[in-house]
């Protein structure tokens, strides 16, 4: 079979989402395909955080000193300086645009009052969608492209891109669930929004062998690499591949990340099966990551009071992941430290002369030991939690290069008349690591591009 249309997107996530209502808005006829049989991939399951500088929940907690400058600092040397300058501009000057047209366009409610710093930035700069999950943003969308009559077909994977012969991408071919093959004809041109790769093991180990199995992951299972895979066959340069991303704090049993923890970003510390500190908890996930792989066993477990529980609320806005931890003996409330460390056997006096510093820190606003930037926070009172965890695949970085347009471009340097490409399937952001809060900026902010570039260009 045979379809038509002006636009043609790959990946119903954020990215693909964004570039669809701008494309649509702008006057194209558009179709989203995903493979996956319900849309949103992994920035329905994510957080949903997303970096704005200078944003109006700042404003309201009397941050006035944020600025698009110190963003685009924050971010390169988060990345090792490996992102693309001119890129990594374009995100931090149109980030808050991104969120504003979230909040206005597409109707995301965000936090009025609360925000995370992420490890790596120098200012509490997230945003906080209401339910601190994905869900809201892809509800959302979802609710505007309904609105604006956007053909979605899910169960609809993409195969490959098909070129003209003088090298243009004119569309894709796709199956579907029961193996139907589907030609969609691109009138004005294809846009990649598929995501990373993940979820795709054998990918993972031919870029980066130290990312083997022995890692689970966070992701979806649709998030295998297919938009590189397909933009590779014809010749699309990729970059930053060997750049894999873990995430610290996961489930140890699944891999899943945990939202629960997010109390981290409100004060909880990481302690190993010792008892101690070791790193940072505000640092960047990589670090963090590395430092729990080389603590006893491989894992951390994150300790945090009521107090701390009271800030964001981490466990009633996730209180299904809270209850299956609970269950599978991965967390533990308890009224006493002794009781804590008990539960995990943790050495009971370690664990003691470790909060006694941190209560200590949190008084004089030092941090002695590995300088909290956020400030430790006094963990005097009970009850407590204690929460097994392992880092886990949460990011890939690398991916296709694109311009500032999202044009995708080849190994020698020309664009590939046709093709755009935006989120997580690039590869030019976010250098060697990206810092939390910043895929989702990303996508969005790209994701617009593409949509009005495809139409403007074509
Ligand atoms: P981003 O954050 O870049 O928007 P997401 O992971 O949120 O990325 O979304 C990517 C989406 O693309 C996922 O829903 C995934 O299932 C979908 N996808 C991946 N490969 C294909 C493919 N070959 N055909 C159709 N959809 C795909």
Redesign the pocket.
């Given at each position: 079979a045979e379809q038509t249309y002006d636009v043609v997107i790959?990946?119903?996530?954020?990215?693909?989402f964004s570039a669809a209502i701008e494309a649509k808005k702008a006057g194209a006829n558009v179709v989203l395909?995903?493979?996956?049989p319900t849309?949103?991939?992994?920035?329905?399951i994510s957080g949903g955080e997303m970096n704005a500088p200078n944003n109006w929940v700042q404003q309201n907690l009397g941050i006035t000193d944020d600025t698009a400058d110190l963003f685009y600092e924050d971010t390169l040397k988060g990345g090792d300086n490996l992102g693309s300058p001119e890129m990594v501009r374009i995100l931090a000057d149109n980030a808050l645009a991104s969120a504003e047209w979230l909040r206005d366009e597409i109707k995301v409610e965000f936090l009025p009052d609360h925000l995370f710093q992420f490890g790596g930035h120098s200012r509490k700069r997230a945003l906080i969608p209401v339910g601190h999950t994905g869900a809201e943003l892809i509800t959302k969308l979802k609710a505007k492209t309904d609105e604006e009559k956007i053909t979605i077909k899910t169960n609809?994977?993409?195969?490959s891109l098909i070129t003209d012969d003088q090298g243009r991408v004119t569309g894709v071919t796709?199956t579907t669930g029961s193996g139907d093959k589907i030609t969609f004809h691109a009138n004005k041109g294809v846009i990649i929004?598929?995501?990373?790769f993940g979820s795709n093991v054998e990918m993972r180990k031919k870029y980066n062998p130290e990312l083997d199995e022995k890692y689970m992951s966070t992701?979806?299972p649709?998030?295998?690499g297919?938009?590189i895979i397909m933009a590779e066959a014809l010749g699309a340069k990729l970059t930053n591949m060997e750049s894999i991303q873990t995430y610290p704090v996961c489930n140890p049993e699944t891999g899943v990340i945990s939202l629960v923890a997010d109390s981290r970003f409100d004060g909880a510390i990481l302690i190993n099966q010792e008892g101690e500190r070791f790193v940072e908890e505000l640092e960047r996930r990589d670090v963090i990551s590395k430092a729990i792989l080389a603590q006893t066993g491989g894992y951390t477990y994150q300790f945090w009071n009521q107090k701390i529980a009271d800030i964001g609320k981490t466990i009633e806005v996730h209180q299904d992941e809270y209850d299956m931890l609970v269950k599978q003996g991965l967390l533990h409330k308890a009224d006493t430290i002794e009781e804590a460390a008990d539960f995990f056997k943790v050495d009971e006096d370690t664990l003691k002369a470790t909060i006694q510093k941190v209560n200590e820190y949190a008084k004089t606003g030092d941090d002695l030991d590995f300088h909290h930037r956020g400030g430790l926070v006094s963990l005097e009172t009970g009850p407590y939690y204690i929460q097994k965890a392992v880092p886990s695949v949460h990011h890939t970085m690398g991916g296709l290069v694109i311009d500032e347009k999202t044009r995708v471009i080849n190994e020698k340097g020309e664009i590939i008349p046709g093709l755009y490409a935006?989120?997580?399937?690039t590869g030019v952001i976010h250098g060697s690591n990206r810092l939390g809060g910043n895929?989702i900026a990303d996508?969005f902010t790209f994701?617009r591009i593409a949509g009005q570039q495809v139409v403007s260009e074509n």
């Amino acid at each position: 079979a045979e379809q038509t249309y002006d636009v043609v997107i790959i990946g119903a996530g954020g990215a693909g989402f964004s570039a669809a209502i701008e494309a649509k808005k702008a006057g194209a006829n558009v179709v989203l395909l995903e493979k996956m049989p319900t849309v949103g991939g992994n920035t329905l399951i994510s957080g949903g955080e997303m970096n704005a500088p200078n944003n109006w929940v700042q404003q309201n907690l009397g941050i006035t000193d944020d600025t698009a400058d110190l963003f685009y600092e924050d971010t390169l040397k988060g990345g090792d300086n490996l992102g693309s300058p001119e890129m990594v501009r374009i995100l931090a000057d149109n980030a808050l645009a991104s969120a504003e047209w979230l909040r206005d366009e597409i109707k995301v409610e965000f936090l009025p009052d609360h925000l995370f710093q992420f490890g790596g930035h120098s200012r509490k700069r997230a945003l906080i969608p209401v339910g601190h999950t994905g869900a809201e943003l892809i509800t959302k969308l979802k609710a505007k492209t309904d609105e604006e009559k956007i053909t979605i077909k899910t169960n609809m994977k993409a195969e490959s891109l098909i070129t003209d012969d003088q090298g243009r991408v004119t569309g894709v071919t796709a199956t579907t669930g029961s193996g139907d093959k589907i030609t969609f004809h691109a009138n004005k041109g294809v846009i990649i929004a598929s995501g990373g790769f993940g979820s795709n093991v054998e990918m993972r180990k031919k870029y980066n062998p130290e990312l083997d199995e022995k890692y689970m992951s966070t992701d979806t299972p649709g998030t295998t690499g297919d938009g590189i895979i397909m933009a590779e066959a014809l010749g699309a340069k990729l970059t930053n591949m060997e750049s894999i991303q873990t995430y610290p704090v996961c489930n140890p049993e699944t891999g899943v990340i945990s939202l629960v923890a997010d109390s981290r970003f409100d004060g909880a510390i990481l302690i190993n099966q010792e008892g101690e500190r070791f790193v940072e908890e505000l640092e960047r996930r990589d670090v963090i990551s590395k430092a729990i792989l080389a603590q006893t066993g491989g894992y951390t477990y994150q300790f945090w009071n009521q107090k701390i529980a009271d800030i964001g609320k981490t466990i009633e806005v996730h209180q299904d992941e809270y209850d299956m931890l609970v269950k599978q003996g991965l967390l533990h409330k308890a009224d006493t430290i002794e009781e804590a460390a008990d539960f995990f056997k943790v050495d009971e006096d370690t664990l003691k002369a470790t909060i006694q510093k941190v209560n200590e820190y949190a008084k004089t606003g030092d941090d002695l030991d590995f300088h909290h930037r956020g400030g430790l926070v006094s963990l005097e009172t009970g009850p407590y939690y204690i929460q097994k965890a392992v880092p886990s695949v949460h990011h890939t970085m690398g991916g296709l290069v694109i311009d500032e347009k999202t044009r995708v471009i080849n190994e020698k340097g020309e664009i590939i008349p046709g093709l755009y490409a935006a989120g997580e399937v690039t590869g030019v952001i976010h250098g060697s690591n990206r810092l939390g809060g910043n895929a989702i900026a990303d996508i969005f902010t790209f994701g617009r591009i593409a949509g009005q570039q495809v139409v403007s260009e074509n």
